[in-house]
């Protein structure tokens, strides 16, 4: 089928935000290699393909980017400030995945580094992930609470 769409039609993007199950939890995070925000660290995430669901885009961009598999996220919420991208109108959605403890990973694909860090000691965050962190820190606590 082909269409003709009058509207403009932002981009989808899925971000994964893995923390772990411990005494003091950790972040994965992933060092930017390409703009915008190169350099900076963010959560592993990318842009949907057409053939997947936002979820597997997180689990998809997530194994692409650091070499870690999960099987299960929780859907975070859905982030769309206007000017969250410098690229373009682009609205995400951040996913949760809990781990028991920091496993292996390695900065791949357009990932330049992955690494752990302390949920109460990160760096600056690129785009608006600062606000995906701040909404993922309440469904960790809701999921692990809940585990109890």
């Known amino acids: 089928m082909s269409y003709?769409?009058?509207?403009?039609?932002?981009?989808?993007?899925a971000d994964c935000v893995v923390i772990t199950r411990e005494a003091q939890p950790k972040v994965l995070l992933i060092?930017?290699?390409?703009?915008?925000f190169k350099g900076s660290w963010?959560?592993?995430?990318?842009?949907?393909?057409?053939?997947?669901?936002?979820g597997e885009c997180a689990k998809r961009e997530l194994e692409e980017e650091?070499?870690?598999?999960?099987?299960e996220v929780h859907q975070i919420g859905a982030y769309s400030k206007v000017d969250r991208d410098p690229?373009?109108?682009t609205i995400s959605v951040a996913y949760l995945a809990i781990i028991d403890t920091p496993q292996p990973v390695?900065?791949?694909?357009?990932?330049a580094k992955a690494s752990w860090w302390p949920v109460n000691?990160?760096?600056p965050l690129a785009f608006d992930h600062e606000d995906i962190m701040a909404d993922a820190m309440g469904k960790y606590h809701l999921l692990v609470h809940s585990e109890k």
């Open 4 to 13: 003709t769409y009058k509207y403009p039609r932002p981009a989808v993007t």
């Open 31 to 36: 060092e930017r290699r390409d703009e915008p």
């Open 42 to 54: 963010a959560f592993p995430g990318g842009f949907l393909n057409m053939d997947e669901t936002t």
């Open 66 to 71: 650091t070499g870690l598999q999960v099987c």
């Open 87 to 89: 690229r373009g109108r």
């Open 106 to 111: 390695v900065g791949q694909d357009d990932a």
């Open 121 to 123: 000691a990160l760096p």
